[in-house]
């Protein structure tokens, strides 16, 4: 299986969305969906793949805001998002109480689990529950790459100053689950550059 992923970025929050592509099978999956969703339906039909999910690492308005129009674009193919947050999509509940903003809600939505594989179409992930930023954030694993949403960033860490967050679960679960990785895995984050995981352990200022 060769895998490429290729980011798109907004400009209001430069928040990154993912396609992760399967070059042997044309399957593809979407990591998070953020304000400029026309940006990946121009991916997809570029890329000439066909999207069998879309992956939310959390559920920050953010990454979420362009789920129905990438929906609308590329079919009603199932949101997966772990259980902890699964009540933002399906009720539109906002995840913040510091930010009552309505949520887009989606029809179709699956579970992503702590250590259970979740496949779509020929790609299978690794889920690792990586809370603090936000209770139902995920890591997501595939091949040597993972998406590690806005639990780890290139030289820093997730907020963790929202009434549901908590600062220590997330240092355990990044210091536990994805430090922990070989030091050439490639991290994608929500925000910002990717970086490696052996260069966040060297150098991250707030893991020292
Ligand atoms: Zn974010």
Do not use: C, W
């Not at 994805?178 to 260069?199: K, M, N």
């Amino acid at each position: 299986m060769t895998i490429s992923v290729t980011g798109t970025a907004d400009l209001r929050f430069g928040t990154n969305s993912y396609l992760v592509e399967d070059e042997d099978t044309k399957d593809a999956a979407i990591i998070d969906a953020n304000l400029e969703p026309q940006q990946m339906v121009r991916l997809v039909r570029d890329r000439g793949v066909n999207v069998k999910a879309i992956l939310l690492t959390h559920t920050d308005v953010d990454h979420i805001a362009g789920l129905p129009e990438l929906i609308a674009a590329i079919g009603p193919v199932p949101v997966a998002v772990h259980d902890a947050e699964k009540q933002v999509v399906i009720q539109g509940k906002p995840l913040r109480r510091q930010f009552p903003v309505g949520s887009p809600m989606v029809a179709v939505t699956d579970s992503l689990v702590e250590g259970k594989p979740y496949r779509a179409g020929s790609l299978s992930f690794d889920v690792l529950h990586t809370p603090g930023h936000s209770p139902g954030g995920v890591s997501l694993k595939i091949g040597d790459v993972i998406f590690t949403g806005d639990a780890l960033f290139a030289g820093s860490i997730g907020r963790s100053d929202f009434d549901n967050s908590n600062g220590d679960a997330l240092l355990e679960g990044i210091r536990s689950k994805l430090l922990v990785l070989p030091d050439e895995t490639i991290a994608y984050s929500g925000h910002g550059p990717a970086t490696t995981i052996g260069e966040e352990r060297r150098s991250n200022p707030f893991l020292a």
